[in-house]
């Protein structure tokens, strides 16, 4: 079945930008499938950033949109998140996961995930 | 944003008891709301999707109903490995949106 597992940087400064990598494993990004990243900060809830399509096809969740550049590289399975100008408030975990059909489809839902990174932010 | 809410924010129960956890959207959202759960350090996982459907290879224990506004999770008989933190999130409009949280704890 379809894992995932995200790798990137633990430590990023302030101002800088965060970059993470999810590599896709058990199948195909080129599936019919949107690939997306959702992230919590500690001891908090869940926020969803954004996703892809393999066809290059994005939405980002209007909060982020400024800052948030998702891309897929499908000749190695794998899609990548950035967040520009990152702070102190976006430290958390940021999980990848799969969804079904894209946000725009009403029936949606994200399985499976990854297994989460924890991304700090501090000089 | 369509806003969750969910309630109890934390509920403390014993093994073997049926336990019911809601979620309230903003507006209606027909029944486009799924759960998740979530342990200590790990991932969440989907527990059932469009209200009232089980994923594959989820417990029968667990049951999702509701539709509009209003929605349970309910648990059966609460097993051991249901202590956990339970999301649920709507999919009915655009950005996705996960209620806060519900920590089920041993009592």
């Known amino acids: 079945q379809v894992q995932l597992q995200e790798s990137g940087p633990g430590l990023v400064k302030p101002s800088g930008t965060l970059s993470l990598t999810c590599a896709v494993s058990g199948g195909s990004i080129s599936s019919s499938n949107w690939w997306s990243w959702v992230r919590q900060p500690p001891g908090k809830g869940l926020e969803w950033i954004g996703e892809?399509?393999?066809?290059?096809?994005?939405n980002y969740n209007p909060s982020l949109k400024s800052r948030v550049t998702i891309s897929v590289d499908k000749s190695k399975n794998q899609f990548s998140l950035k967040l520009s100008s990152v702070t102190a408030a976006d430290t958390a975990v940021y999980y990848c996961?799969?969804?079904?059909?894209?946000?725009?489809?009403?029936?949606?839902?994200?399985?499976?995930w990854g297994q989460g990174t924890l991304v700090t932010v501090s000089s | 944003d369509i806003q969750m809410t969910q309630s109890p924010s934390s509920l403390s129960a014993s093994v073997g008891d049926r336990v019911t956890i809601t979620c309230r959207a903003s507006?209606?959202?027909?029944?486009?709301l799924n759960w998740y759960q979530q342990k200590p350090g790990k991932a969440p996982k989907l527990l059932i999707y469009?209200?009232?459907s089980l994923q594959s290879g989820v417990p029968s224990r667990f049951s999702g109903s509701g539709s509009g506004t209003d929605f349970t999770l309910t648990i059966s008989s609460l097993q051991p490995e249901d202590f956990a933190t339970y999301y649920c999130q709507q999919s009915y409009s655009t950005p996705p949106v996960f209620g806060q949280g519900t920590k089920l704890e041993i009592k």
């Open positions: 507006q209606s959202i027909s029944s486009y």
């Open positions: 892809i399509y393999h066809s290059g096809s994005t």
């Open positions: 469009a209200a009232s």
């Open positions: 996961a799969r969804d079904l059909e894209g946000v725009v489809a009403a029936y949606n839902w994200f399985d499976p």
